[in-house]
């Protein structure tokens, strides 16, 4: 079997793999969508906020206290879909809530477009490396969301057991 050979300027390849274990660009990407939104010119009307997905209102709701998110890896765990990139919401000083499904990957996919569309809607700012704040519109758009809208989807959230090796 012959490999190609890297081209010269391909020196940086082994330090990307490396961060590409802890979903380094995936974050990349949220964060330049976060900045790309907080430099238009004006921020949206909250009436004028895109059509969010339930997923993007439960995360918006939990969040509506504290306004801290995360995302965040599991990468010791064994099965591929428990390693995936997720979305975590201290809903208080003590209580961090993992917006993944062991048993669901397509649930969390639908968690972190969640998260993509709150980041595009300039809902989201980006802070350091994979940390993440509700915006000031962010925070108004969470006091408008009726609990009981998000309910179902922030107790199947809560239920779920964490994985091996998960932050709790």
Not at 64 to 90: C, D, H, I, P, T
Request: glycine share 4%; charged share 20%.
């Amino acid at each position: 079997m012959t490999l190609l050979p890297l081209h010269p300027g391909d020196d940086h390849l082994a330090e990307s793999w490396g961060t590409m274990a802890f979903g380094a660009p995936t974050i990349i990407a949220l964060a330049r969508l976060c900045a790309l939104a907080l430099l238009r010119e004006s921020p949206a009307a909250p009436d004028a906020l895109p059509a969010l997905s339930p997923e993007a209102r439960t995360l918006l709701s939990a969040a509506r206290e504290r306004g801290v998110l995360e995302l965040k890896v599991v990468n010791n765990a064994f099965v591929a879909s428990q390693r995936f990139l997720a979305v975590y919401v201290e809903r208080a000083p003590e209580e961090l809530i993992a917006f993944r499904a062991a048993d669901d990957p397509e649930l969390s996919a639908r968690f972190l477009e969640g998260f993509r569309q709150l980041c595009a809607a300039g809902l989201l700012l980006h802070h350091l490396n994979a940390e993440f704040s509700l915006s000031a519109a962010g925070f108004q758009a969470a006091r408008e969301i009726p609990p009981a809208e998000v309910a179902p989807l922030l107790a199947q959230a809560q239920s779920n057991h964490p994985f091996p090796g998960q932050p709790e």
